[in-house]
């Protein structure tokens, strides 16, 4: 029996569904090896009855707290699909905001207070929600991880992503790091896995990935130093794809 | 006819993003009909202010994946008018190839994968596989190299990296370009054949017209799409600038979200609406290919904007070949970095977007950082065309099984290939 799969999808751009459609032929390998019940994005047929649940999206509203809740009961396992389930994302920028400022700012007058789709609360990773067993990172993810992860779960071994800083797949790459370049670059406590691919085109890595624990913030302190760069400008950057109040 | 029809598809299949359709009917009176959007709100332009100008692009670019080179553009064009930066020729070569990449990607992700199921009577593109194998593998070739493409220009396809103010972090050299060129000529043999595969069911596509406004950039010189002023083929001409008084976002009575409209009750915009207005500066095979199909302007069918996306995939192919020969005469280097003044500024930047014609406008302040932003997206536009054509549609489908008009409203509201997470600055919200 092909394991059944569901996709779901929340508060997103749903790049990282379509990075499932940009894996080209091999789609055609991952329906031989799965069995794809639900996909809203591409298919008219669905079913309820699924083992793995691979979401994307950042939860925002009440309504879709319930419904990630109920997915979380169908699926053996759920897997967060890029940054919005894993971190949040930029969604979660405007958590620097109170939810009735940000309403104001793009609805105006318009008179939305008692109308559950914009009941947004503060907008939350998937496992502020429910429990997830597994993370597929990145905005957008890496189609290689993606199959990487999905094999994985398939076989039923524990998917794992790496536990070093994007750092160490940028010196594979022989690139020149970007903090010589002059630019700001978040790689050394990034988690890597998307093999380096903002500084391979010359742009600095903007932690899309998340942060990556126990980074070696020493060291990272020292190569701040060594710029000129202080740990708060460091954190401002950060923010964009790994907003949290409380900080770090 | 004598029943009661009441149809509610909650969240319809193969769009990008969540909508409704409902509608009831009692004796052949129709009581409801509406095209809902019920996706969540991300509001980017409350949170981008505060934003450093140099962020605002690959933070905007998060609206929409799908099109995220089209909103990385537009934020470009928007800050870099707000802080008086020229680009290069270089650059503005890069970012038109750049665009094509995305428009080529995305047209051929809907037309094959999303809108053929409805042509061969099928509920998604995995049955294909196997009993069209051949065709299946020839769109995914054209969208393969349609990724490819973005990849060499962009760094990524989804996300771009090295579009950054005033230029790029990276350039394609002169071998991958030469190889580029190759790939996109016997693309469009390949083209061919899938317009033709597609032309024998196209006749599944509903005989349906209403006369609409059509808007969407326009040039003198190329079939516009990076560049060019806002037409409407009621109304001519309107410098970017006005863009406030061609949208008139307005909040209609039964529901509490903004609508768009110009000279009449609604718009469309999207590749028909950009054949309807430019189609005399298509390309010559892109010509032949609106031919195939018996595609002229102005076409009212909105379900022909499936075709006019795949004449203008050929267009963005062709057309690029004409970019790269120019860039392989030039020559291709890394710029230096133009030198930014940061002052305090506003910029508007119009974009074609796959969809549609896209507005970004930001204030900046004098240190850099963003303090009024205002998106307008082309599915917004959209939405209430979407519900006027419904509103037309369904006394014509009165007398046929539910199902049938279900299909039928579901094809509707795919033509439009909406995209629903981008439009979602500005919900159109009406209750059951």
């Given at each position: 029996m092909k394991p059944k799969v569901a996709f779901f999808d929340f508060s997103s751009c749903e790049g990282c569904q379509l990075q499932i459609a940009n894996l080209e032929e091999r789609i055609i390998d991952l329906v031989e090896v799965v069995d794809?019940?639900?996909f809203r994005e591409v298919m008219k047929e669905h079913s309820d009855d699924y083992e793995i649940a691979i979401v994307e999206g950042s939860i925002q509203r009440p309504m879709d707290e319930l419904r990630l809740k109920d997915i979380r009961s169908k699926a053996k396992i759920l897997v967060a699909l890029g940054a919005c389930a894993h971190t949040g994302c930029v969604n979660?920028?405007?958590?620097?905001?109170?939810v009735e400022d940000v309403k104001k700012e793009v609805?105006?007058?318009?008179?939305?207070?008692?109308n559950p789709y914009f009941d947004a609360f503060q907008a939350k990773a998937l496992d502020e929600v429910v429990k997830v067993d597994a993370y597929i990172p990145?905005?957008?993810?890496n189609r290689e991880e993606f199959i990487r992860i999905v094999t994985a779960l398939v076989a039923g071994k524990k998917p794992s992503i790496p536990n070093y800083p994007v750092c160490v797949e940028c010196k594979k790459n022989e690139n020149i790091c970007v903090f010589d370049l002059g630019k700001f670059c978040l790689g050394p406590v990034t988690i890597a896995g998307c093999n380096s691919a903002c500084p391979n085109f010359?742009?600095?890595?903007?932690?899309?990935r998340g942060y990556l624990e126990h980074a070696h913030m020493d060291a990272q302190k020292d190569v701040l130093k060594k710029y000129g760069l202080s740990v708060k400008q460091m954190l401002d950057r950060f923010n964009i794809f790994n907003y949290r109040k409380e900080g770090y | 006819m004598s029943q009661k029809v009441d149809i509610n598809l909650h969240h319809?299949?193969?769009?990008e993003g969540h909508g409704n359709i409902v509608v009831n009917t009692n004796n052949g009176k129709i009581e409801k009909i509406e095209w809902q959007v019920s996706e969540a709100p991300r509001f980017f332009e409350a949170f981008?202010?505060?934003?450093?100008y140099n962020d605002l692009a690959h933070i905007t670019?998060?609206?929409?994946?799908?099109c995220s080179i089209g909103h990385t553009l537009a934020s470009l064009k928007a800050t870099e008018a707000a802080l008086g930066v020229e680009i290069s020729e270089q650059t503005t070569f890069l970012r038109k190839l750049a665009l094509h990449a995305e428009n080529m990607q995305s047209h051929i992700l809907h037309?094959?994968?999303?809108?053929a199921p409805d042509l061969f009577k099928v509920g998604s593109v995995f049955p294909l596989i196997k009993t069209h194998t051949d065709a299946v593998l020839k769109i995914i070739q054209l969208h393969r190299l349609a990724n490819e493409m973005s990849d060499l220009i962009?760094?990524?396809?989804?996300?771009?990296?090295?579009?950054v103010v005033g230029g790029f972090t990276q350039v394609p050299t002169l071998a991958e370009l030469k190889v580029l060129k190759s790939r996109l000529i016997s693309s469009l043999d390949i083209a061919r054949q899938v317009a033709e595969i597609l032309v024998d069911n196209a006749?599944?596509?509903?005989n349906f017209s209403r006369e609409t406004e059509y808007i969407g950039l326009t040039t003198?010189?190329?079939?516009?799409?990076y560049d060019g002023v806002i037409g409407s083929t009621d109304t001519g001409k309107h410098p970017v600038k006005d863009y406030h008084s061609i949208v008139n976002e307005y909040v209609v009575p039964y529901s509490t979200a903004k609508h768009t409209k110009h000279k009449r009750e609604s718009y469309m915009v999207g590749a028909l609406a950009r054949f309807n207005l430019n189609?005399?500066?298509?390309s010559p095979i892109a010509k032949e290919i609106a031919g195939l199909f018996d595609?002229?302007?102005?076409?009212?069918?909105?379900?022909m904007n499936n075709i006019a996306q795949l004449v203008e995939y050929v267009h963005s192919v062709e057309d690029s070949i004409i970019i790269i020969d120019a860039l392989l005469m030039r020559g291709t280097k890394i710029e230096d970095p133009i030198e930014i003044k940061l002052k305090k500024g506003r910029g508007i930047g119009a974009v074609e977007v796959p969809r549609g014609i896209l507005f970004h406008d930001y204030t900046i302040d004098k240190n850099g950082k963003c303090i009024k932003a205002n998106c307008v997206i082309p599915t917004n536009q959209n939405h209430g065309n979407i519900q006027k054509d419904m509103e037309a549609m369904v006394p014509t489908l009165l007398d046929k099984p539910k199902e049938e008009i279900e299909l039928n409203l579901e094809m509707l509201v795919r033509a439009y290939d909406p995209c629903i997470s981008c439009s979602t600055h500005y919900l159109k919200v009406k209750f059951i």
């Open positions: 794809v019940v639900s979660k920028l405007r958590n620097e905001w109170p609805y105006g007058k318009a008179s939305i207070s008692d990145g905005c957008p993810i010359g742009h600095e890595c903007e932690g899309c | 319809i299949t193969r769009v981008v202010r505060g934003k450093d670019s998060r609206i929409c994946g799908i037309v094959g994968y999303l809108v962009c760094g990524r396809t989804t996300h771009p990296i090295g579009l006749h599944m596509l509903p003198d010189n190329e079939y516009a799409l189609s005399e500066k298509l595609l002229k302007p102005i076409s009212f069918n909105p379900f």
